[in-house]
């Protein structure tokens, strides 16, 4: 069973600070994937990393991917009232026997105005 | 491009009952998934599609089934409902492989 460990589960911040946002595994994943979740709705896809090292960047949203590929951070620099929400990282792993993803337990983030 | 669609939204059953859950891929993905989301356990993957075949499944009792047509769409039957089914539950495809899964925004399920 590979898991997932995500943290923190909860950040309450003001706008305009910084924030990082863990992602830990035992596990090899053949990529991972972030995910954005507000109420009522579905995850949407962030990011997908796939290579060791890897680092990517969605306007103040920076992602890294582990070398070892087991682990992953989203830091969001200046964040605003629109980034609050579920963040969710997702472990992909894909074989023989199809794929399958394995989330963390999430991170629910709120920016204060 | 048309999303992953979900029907229906809303749902509310009673114990012992059965429902189904109905998705239709992203256009041209032959891959779909179905995930249970609670504010306990978080998501966890219920089972995999592909070309109509169940590839891999999670661990969970075999109530819980499904299947995929030859359009790729896919629907999720649960069996004798009970109280701890109640949940949100969420579909995603993709083109398989290595390639990203994409949500629908799921059918809430209740149960009373």
């Keep these: 069973t590979q898991l997932l460990e995500q943290s923190p589960q909860f950040l309450s911040i003001q706008e305009g600070e910084n924030l990082t946002v863990y992602c830990n595994s035992s596990s ?13 709705e579905g995850p949407v896809l962030l990011v997908t990393v796939v290579t060791g090292g890897e680092v990517k960047k969605l306007k103040r949203l920076t992602f890294q991917f582990g070398d ?17 929400g579920l963040y969710l990282c997702a472990g992909l792993f894909w074989g023989d026997a199809g794929n399958m993803l394995t989330f963390g337990g999430g991170t629910r983030l709120m920016v204060k105005p | ?16 009952q059965q ?35 169940q590839r891999n499944k999670g661990n969970f009792p075999g109530r819980f089934s499904g299947r995929q047509f030859s359009n790729s769409r ?11 089914d109640s ?14 899964q994409h949500f629908g925004d799921g059918t809430r ?4």
């Design chain 2, 74 to 84: 896919s629907e999720m039957n649960v069996s004798t409902l009970e109280l701890g």
């Design chain 2, 19 to 53: 429902v189904t859950l109905s998705c239709s891929p992203i256009s041209g993905h032959r891959s779909v998934s179905w995930y249970q989301q609670t504010p306990g356990q978080g998501l966890q993957f219920l089972f995999e599609y592909f070309s109509e075949t």
């Design chain 1, 28 to 40: 090899v994943f053949s990529s991972l994937q972030w995910y954005r979740q507000e109420p009522g």
């Design chain 1, 68 to 84: 070892a590929r087991k682990d992953s951070s989203l830091h969001i620099t200046a964040a605003q009232p629109g980034d609050t």
């Design chain 2, 109 to 112: 399920l209740s149960i009373l």
């Design chain 2, 87 to 100: 949940a949100l539950y969420l579909c995603a495809s993709s083109l398989g492989g290595e390639q990203p």
């Design chain 2, 1 to 16: 491009k048309a999303g992953v669609t979900q029907t229906p939204r809303y749902l509310i059953k009673t114990r012992g």
